[in-house]
């Protein structure tokens, strides 16, 4: 079964980090882009992040540029998304998925279940 997975999400106070982690199974990450994606309650799934199969471009939306850094690493089919200086309105479900590219608005495949990032004093 072709599936990503997250994990990672939780409870922080503002100004605090997290790490998320978005996982392969039954397929090898290395031919796609990733994007990460957020939901808050009542709003449309928006963008956060995006990064080229090999790393060597990444993409922030501008409400998170200077705090989050995506990374990947293809040995463990794993990409991460690390999240510092987290803010309220970072709160949300984070999604990823696959991409043909960071530059391409398409999507492959099904949405995951998310997890789901607090941020909260």
């Known amino acids: 079964q072709l599936q990503l997975v997250e994990s990672g999400g939780g409870l922080v106070q503002p100004g605090g980090s997290l790490r998320l982690s978005c996982a392969a199974s039954?397929?090898?990450?290395?031919?796609?882009?990733i994007g990460w994606f957020r939901q808050a309650p009542g709003k449309e799934r928006e963008g956060v992040s995006c990064i080229s199969t090999r790393g060597g471009s990444t993409v922030y939306a501008d409400s998170v540029k200077g705090r989050f850094t995506i990374s990947r690493d293809n040995a463990k089919n794993t990409v991460y998304l690390q999240m510092n200086n987290l803010k309220p309105e970072d709160s949300a479900v984070y999604y990823c998925?696959?991409?043909?590219?960071?530059?391409?608005?398409?999507?492959?495949?099904?949405w995951g279940q998310g997890t789901q990032v607090t941020v909260s004093p």
């Open positions: 998925a696959r991409k043909p590219g960071c530059d391409s608005s398409l999507r492959i495949g099904s």
């Open positions: 039954g397929f090898s990450l290395d031919s796609y882009a």
